[in-house]
């Protein structure tokens, strides 16, 4: 049977760091409050000339010169992204265009914190089906720009960046012991969108809007909706968590990745963590940490990988691949 392997892996991050300590001078907070409750020391916050689309290009270009490939060897873009350049053409369009390809076919999803997993979803249902031979699957990201950066609550726990994967199709065994996305557990729920939001839009307000979130609310349903989704992509493939060698999480909070690992008894040194660094990218959070762990020798190929995610919506998921 056809799978989606993993060809290459590229990252790219704004130039400005902002640390903890920085916030405290714009807000009433302060970096012992946010490390202690979000595990969150430093993000990187895009300047001037740097958009979801340029970090985005960035990320698959790194991802491309990894694979040892070139933009005419990808057939279809996929962008995860909220926070898109424009309402329209889609992101994904406008990085086409960067990277100077004219042929195949791009478009983005939006599911918000979980785009990154809905797209490599995506990515394997068309590579499976025979519409695709090689996708880019970029998840990029410029929360600071839909930030209320007077409210506390919200603007310490975001940043910026992008990251990039290249599936192509290869033949496997249909086993799991074959390279590739293995599964993926797919999960909305619209009944709690007002949880996490945009107060604006093209189509209400005519405007961009700001992040709103009752974060406790969140909080509350994050680690049993991540861990159903995980459980369910493990009795999908009758694998256990012990086989596993590395859980991806999507980076929101320290102790909601904890609190997963724990009740999954996925020991933490299978964990890889860069909320620290990164704070939460939203769909870039994945790919960005995918690029750390693989960039420094941690997954290796052949590893059994599990990335997950949940965010606004609610929207959720988890894939199985290995790398
Ligand atoms: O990626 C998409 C999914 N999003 C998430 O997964 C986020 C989920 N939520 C969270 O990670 C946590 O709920 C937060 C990190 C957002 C908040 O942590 P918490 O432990 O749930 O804190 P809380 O909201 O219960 O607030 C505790 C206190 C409050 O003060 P009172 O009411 O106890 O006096 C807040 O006003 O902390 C206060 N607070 C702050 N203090 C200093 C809230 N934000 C800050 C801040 N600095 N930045």
Redesign the pocket.
């Known amino acids: 049977m056809i799978r989606s392997v993993v060809r290459g892996f590229g990252a790219a991050l704004p130039k400005r760091v902002v640390t903890n300590r920085e916030?405290e001078e714009t807000?009433?907070?302060?970096d012992e409050?946010?490390v202690q409750?979000?595990g969150i020391k430093q993000r990187y916050i895009a300047g001037e000339g740097e958009t979801t689309a340029s970090l985005g290009e960035a990320a698959a270009r790194a991802a491309l010169d990894n694979a040892g490939l070139t933009p005419a060897d990808i057939d279809l873009i996929i962008v995860a992204t909220s926070t898109p350049d424009n309402t329209f053409p889609a992101t994904a369009v406008n990085i086409q265009n960067r990277l100077g390809m004219t042929h195949g076919f791009a478009f983005d999803v939006q599911a918000?914190?979980t785009g990154f997993v809905y797209a490599v979803a995506t990515a394997d249902v068309y590579i499976r089906g025979g519409l695709a031979k090689r996708v880019l699957v970029i998840g990029a990201e410029t929360f600071s720009r839909i930030l209320d950066w007077t409210d506390?609550?919200?603007?310490?726990?975001f940043g910026d960046g992008a990251g990039a994967l290249i599936l192509e199709a290869a033949e496997g065994e249909g086993t799991t012991d074959d390279r590739g996305v293995l599964t993926a557990s797919l999960r909305s729920d619209g009944s709690h969108k007002d949880k996490?939001y945009v107060d604006g839009g093209p189509s209400t307000t005519g405007t961009v809007g700001q992040l709103r979130?009752e974060?406790?609310e969140?909080?509350k349903h994050?680690v049993g909706m991540i861990t159903d989704v995980i459980d369910a992509a493990f009795a999908a493939t009758g694998t256990t968590a012990e086989q596993l060698d590395w859980l991806v999480p999507?980076q929101?909070?320290r102790?909601?990745i904890e609190g997963s690992a724990k009740k999954l008894s996925i020991p933490m040194d299978k964990v890889v963590m860069t909320v620290d660094q990164h704070g939460?990218t939203?769909a870039a959070?994945i790919p960005l940490a995918l690029a750390v762990a693989a960039g420094d020798g941690r997954i290796k190929k052949g590893d059994l990988v599990m990335l997950e995610?949940?965010?606004?919506g609610f929207t959720w998921g988890a894939v199985l691949l290995r790398w």
């Open positions: 916030l807000v009433d907070t302060s409050w946010i409750r979000t918000v914190c506390r609550t919200t603007c310490v726990l996490l979130m974060g406790r969140v909080f994050a999507h929101a909070n102790r909601i939460n939203s959070s995610a949940m965010g606004g």
